[in-house]
């Protein structure tokens, strides 16, 4: 089964930095395009940002000019780096392909503290 394994989450203080990664353990991961998820408490699993194979971005209003998705095919690896984090950013981070086509992984807990 094609595991997706998130890190690089934390604490940190609004106006901060994180860098998330997502390793796939699949295949085809050069054929996906992949999305950044995250849900916060109480809340529905939100798409904040994609990139195709091409590396061709999309992002969320919430999160553009904040975040940046990047990948590395030959490392099977999608990141989201976020700057300027804020409060209303603290959430479970997950990564999928931009369907939520595969199997969720654990996600990585972000908090951003005010």
């Known amino acids: 089964q094609v595991q997706l394994v998130e890190s690089g989450g934390g604490l940190v203080e609004v106006g901060g930095s994180l860098r998330l990664s997502c390793v796939y353990s699949?295949?085809?991961?050069?054929?996906?395009?992949m999305g950044w998820f995250r849900q916060a408490p109480g809340k529905q699993r939100e798409l904040v940002a994609t990139?195709?194979?091409?590396?061709?971005?999309n992002y969320a209003d919430s999160v553009k000019g904040r975040f940046t998705v990047s990948r590395d095919n030959a490392e099977n690896t999608v990141y989201l780096q976020m700057n300027s984090l804020q409060s209303e950013d603290t959430a479970v981070y997950y990564c999928?392909?931009?369907?939520?086509?595969?199997?969720w992984g654990q996600g990585t807990q972000v908090t951003v503290s005010s």
């Open positions: 990139i195709t194979t091409g590396g061709s971005t």
């Open positions: 699949g295949n085809v991961f050069v054929f996906l395009t």
């Open positions: 999928n392909t931009d369907r939520g086509a595969l199997h």
